[in-house]
């Protein structure tokens, strides 16, 4: 089977003419879960990183096995107020709102390359808000990976300045 096949889509959720992308079905089946991660370790190529950064929370479920895999250091970006050191953030907008997103100052040094993944790519705030933060405390973005690709949002337009973005799977 598929990575595709196992997501489950869902009409008009979370509200009226949307289209949800259910991966809870990926992760629930250990070879969809296998499958997804190394499918996203693959779409990063032969990109040379020092670190994993996973935005919450889904960026977290794809991003720490990826580290372990790959024998590289994860570095969580969190809502605003859940981390418990002196941290960067940047506010972005998302595809329902606005939001504040932070990562540990101390968690990326400068120079150091850094790749971003995440299970979503929609309007790509999320994306440019982590990516804006890495740069912001002099390390490199060398590469971002998504699950799901939402086209029709555009976001890949708002991350056009970073090199080798991918994505799984595209809708």
């Known amino acids: ?25 990926v992760l629930k089946d250990p070879e969809g879960l296998v499958l997804a991660v190394d499918a996203i370790g693959d779409i990063l190529g032969d990109a040379d990183y020092d670190l994993v950064l996973g935005p919450e929370s889904r960026g977290f479920i794809f991003g720490v096995p990826l580290a372990y895999k790959m024998k590289k250091g994860f570095v969580p970006a969190r809502k605003a107020g859940k981390l418990p050191a002196e941290t960067a953030k940047k ?9 504040v997103i932070e990562i540990h100052k101390d968690a990326i040094k400068p ?9 979503l790519l929609a309007t790509g705030g999320t994306a440019k808000a982590v990516a804006d933060l890495v740069t912001e405390l002099g390390a490199e973005v060398v590469g971002m990976a998504f699950l799901i690709e939402l ?3 555009n976001g890949r337009e708002m991350l056009k300045d970073y090199k080798n973005v991918q994505s799984l799977l595209v809708y």
Do not use: C, N, W
């Open 91 to 99: 506010s972005y907008a998302l595809e329902y709102g606005s939001a």
């Open 111 to 119: 120079g150091q390359k850094v790749v971003i993944v995440d299970d």
């Open 151 to 153: 086209e029709a949002l």
């Open 1 to 25: 089977m598929k990575i595709k096949d196992m997501i489950r889509t869902i009409h008009d959720f979370p509200k009226q003419g949307i289209i949800f992308r259910d991966i809870t079905t």
